[in-house]
């Protein structure tokens, strides 16, 4: 079955703990992308990569880093300078980086206390 | 800067009845709309998408129009079931944006057996 994995579903860290999201798609899809989700709000753009080996910030990229080191894997780091790292976090892929249907996965819900 | 907005944030209705999401957005410029679905904890699920050419996409019992001068969408769900209880969200790709999706909060929709 072609799709989107995440892994891992729930994630706890203490603070001050980078920690590493886990995403790969066998779609054969050139773009990938990192959203963030808060309660009650819509998805807000982290990271996206148009291409391996590149990747550009979205709206809200400080404090997260990723790796476009292979076309089926774009892990996303969020690292100890994120100040609200608490969120779900979900990762979709597209054909390419163009006006077309966006796949999702199931996301990651993170905590850190 | 793109700005979504989704009206009602909340909705409950009973079994069986037809209902109206609004999306409404700031900026005409756009490619296209996407309407998706979040069941609670999961993934979004693409419902449909509406280019900027068109004024309309039908998918079983959904319905979902685009009137871009006014930046505006409504979906429409006939005959409302449980099983549609969910949270829906609408996104925007500007023309400036390439795939990149400009999101609303939401609407949360309960249907009451």
């Known amino acids: 079955d072609g799709g989107i994995t995440q892994s891992p579903k729930y994630l706890f860290r203490k603070e001050g703990q980078n920690v590493t999201l886990s995403c790969e798609q066998n779609l054969n899809h050139d773009a990938m992308y990192w959203y963030r989700q808060d309660p009650g709000q819509g998805l807000r753009l982290i990271y996206y990569s148009q291409i391996v080996n590149d990747f550009q910030k979205g709206d809200i990229a400080e404090g997260y880093s990723v790796s476009r080191e292979k076309k089926e894997s774009f892990p996303l780091t969020v690292t100890s300078a994120q100040k609200n790292p608490t969120a779900f976090y979900l990762c979709?892929?597209?054909?390419?980086?163009?006006?077309?249907?966006?796949?999702f996965g199931p996301g990651t819900r993170l905590t850190v206390t | 800067k793109q700005e979504v907005t989704q009206i009602p944030a909340a909705l409950s209705v009973p079994e069986g009845e037809n209902l109206v999401l609004n999306c409404s957005f700031t900026d005409s410029a756009i490619y296209n709309l996407q309407w998706f679905r979040q069941d609670p904890g999961k993934g979004l699920t693409s419902l449909l998408l509406?280019?900027?050419?068109?004024r309309e996409q039908t998918s079983g019992r959904l319905n979902a129009s685009l009137d871009k001068s006014s930046g505006r969408s409504t979906l429409y769900i006939a005959a409302s079931q449980p099983g549609d209880s969910a949270t829906y969200l609408c996104?925007?790709?500007?023309?400036?944006?390439?795939?990149?999706?400009?999101f609303g909060e939401g609407t949360q929709l309960t249907v009451n057996p």
């Open positions: 996104a925007v790709t500007p023309e400036t944006s390439g795939s990149r999706l400009t």
């Open positions: 979709a892929s597209s054909i390419a980086d163009l006006p077309v249907e966006q796949y």
């Open positions: 509406i280019q900027s050419s068109q």
